[in-house]
């Protein structure tokens, strides 16, 4: 099994920056890949962007050139460096573990707002 912590969530200004991490630990060696989706109430979770292991990254083209993930295989971490922030950024954001097994994190909220 994996199991999956997210941190990094806060309040932010409009054009302000976060760095979200998702730590990862368990059986890591069964990950394929590992995405971050936002939720906000009353709507679906969305697919933000997404690292494959070792492969390519993938983002929604609401992020694009303005979110970057990237992954640190010491640490098991994987990062969302968010720049730019829109107030429709405002969401919970999910890490989410995909491979032999899948895994969620339990969400950290993001709220940009002045």
């Known amino acids: 099994q994996v199991q999956l912590v997210e941190s990094g969530g806060d309040l932010v200004q409009p054009g302000g920056s976060l760095r979200l991490s998702c730590a990862a630990s368990?059986?890591?060696?069964?990950?394929?890949?590992i995405g971050w989706y936002r939720q906000v109430p009353g709507k679906q979770r969305v697919l933000v962007a997404s690292?494959?292991?070792?492969?390519?990254?993938n983002y929604a083209k609401s992020v694009e050139g303005r979110f970057t993930i990237t992954r640190d295989t010491a640490k098991n971490t994987v990062y969302l460096q968010m720049n730019s922030l829109k107030p429709e950024d405002t969401a919970r954001y999910y890490c989410r573990s995909s491979g032999l097994t899948e895994a969620w994190g339990q969400g950290t909220q993001v709220t940009v707002s002045s």
């Open positions: 690292i494959v292991t070792g492969g390519p990254t």
């Open positions: 368990g059986d890591i060696s069964s990950i394929y890949a």
